[in-house]
C-alpha cells in the first residue's frame, strides 16, 4: 500500500474513533506497519499482513480503547505480542505512560525496533512472564490501566491482570464477540482477585461487520497475595 494511500485510509476509520490523527503520527504507524511486515517473515508476530487488515484489526481495533484512558494515565500492556493495543496507543497518546509486557524476547526486540524507528517517549518494554511480573514490587499494583487484547479467557486473563492495577484502577480486556457466557464464569475470579466488572461494551469496527467486545474490571480491593499463582498455574487451574 502506497503511503498516500494509508494515510488516507487510517485518518479516515480513526476519525470514526473521534480520533483526529496527526502527519507524523501517521508516519509512525505507516513506519510500524513496515516493520511488522519485515519482521513477521522471520518471527511470527501475526496472522494478519495485508495493510488493510493491519489497519482496522490491528491499529483501529487497538485504539478502539482510547476513549477509556484518562490523560497521563499510567499504563501496562499485558501480553502485548506485536505492540497491540499498547504501542498504537502510545502513538495518539503522548501524555500516557506504557510498559509492553511480553514473555518472548524475540517479540520485545521487535518491539523495541520500532520504539526506536518511531522515536516514542515514555514507553518500554519488559520481558518476563505475566504471573511472575505481578509478584514483582516494581510492577504490583502500580499502574492506573491494565490493558490486554485476546489473550485467554476472562477467569485466566483476570489472574493475569488484576495483581498489576492500582486500587481504584481498572483492566481493559479486549475480546471478541458472543463473550456473555465466558463473563458470566468470570464473576467468581474477578471478585476474589479484588475486582468488579464495570462495564461490557460490544461494537463493530468501523466499515466493517467485525464484532468485537470490551470488558471493563475496576479494581475494588488489593489482590490476596497468593495471587498470581506461580507461571502456568492460572491456565491449568483455572479460578472458578
Same mark, same amino acid.
Given at each position: 500500500?502506497?503511503?498516500?494511500?494509508?494515510?488516507?485510509?487510517?485518518?479516515?476509520?480513526?476519525?470514526? +474513533?473521534?480520533?483526529?490523527?496527526?502527519? @507524523?503520527? +501517521?508516519?509512525?504507524?505507516?513506519?510500524?506497519?513496515n516493520l511488522l511486515i519485515d519482521w513477521n517473515e522471520k518471527i511470527n508476530l501475526t496472522?494478519? =499482513?495485508? /495493510?488493510?487488515?493491519?489497519?482496522?484489526?490491528?491499529?483501529? %481495533?487497538? +485504539?478502539?480503547?482510547? *476513549?477509556?484512558?484518562?490523560?497521563?494515565?499510567?499504563?501496562? %500492556?499485558?501480553?502485548? #505480542?506485536? #505492540?497491540?493495543? #499498547?504501542?498504537?496507543?502510545?502513538?495518539?497518546?503522548?501524555?500516557?505512560?506504557? =510498559?509492553?509486557?511480553?514473555?518472548?524476547?524475540?517479540?520485545?526486540?521487535? +518491539?523495541?525496533?520500532?520504539?526506536?524507528?518511531? @522515536?516514542?517517549?515514555?514507553? *518500554?518494554?519488559?520481558?518476563?512472564?505475566?504471573? %511472575?511480573? #505481578?509478584?514483582? =514490587?516494581?510492577?504490583?499494583?502500580?499502574? @492506573?490501566?491494565?490493558?490486554?487484547?485476546?489473550?485467554? /479467557?476472562?477467569n485466566i486473563l483476570a489472574e493475569y491482570m488484576l495483581p498489576f492495577a492500582k486500587v481504584n484502577g481498572c483492566c481493559i480486556c479486549m475480546k471478541g464477540s458472543n463473550i456473555d457466557e465466558e463473563v458470566k464464569t468470570s464473576v467468581k475470579a474477578i471478585n476474589e482477585l479484588g475486582g468488579k466488572i464495570e462495564n461490557l461494551e460490544e461494537f463493530e469496527l468501523p466499515d466493517s461487520d467485525i464484532k468485537r467486545s470490551i470488558v471493563i474490571i475496576r479494581k475494588i480491593k488489593s489482590t490476596p497475595s497468593k495471587y498470581p499463582r506461580k507461571a502456568g498455574m492460572p491456565s491449568k487451574n483455572p479460578i472458578i
Open positions: 500500500m502506497e503511503k498516500k494511500e494509508f494515510f488516507e485510509n487510517l485518518r479516515k476509520q480513526a476519525s470514526k +474513533l473521534n480520533i483526529n490523527m496527526e502527519n @507524523d503520527e +501517521l508516519e509512525k504507524f505507516f513506519s510500524y506497519m496472522a494478519i =499482513t495485508e /495493510p488493510e487488515d493491519i489497519i482496522k484489526k490491528h491499529f483501529v %481495533d487497538s +485504539l478502539e480503547i482510547n *476513549k477509556y484512558i484518562m490523560e497521563k494515565s499510567n499504563v501496562i %500492556d499485558v501480553g502485548t #505480542g506485536a #505492540g497491540f493495543p #499498547g504501542l498504537p496507543l502510545k502513538i495518539v497518546r503522548k501524555d500516557i505512560n506504557i =510498559t509492553l509486557l511480553d514473555s518472548l524476547n524475540k517479540r520485545i526486540n521487535f +518491539l523495541n525496533e520500532v520504539i526506536s524507528f518511531t @522515536d516514542l517517549n515514555n514507553i *518500554k518494554t519488559v520481558h518476563f512472564r505475566a504471573e %511472575d511480573a #505481578g509478584k514483582n =514490587t516494581q510492577f504490583r499494583e502500580k499502574f @492506573d490501566v491494565v490493558t490486554s487484547r485476546a489473550v485467554a /479467557p476472562l
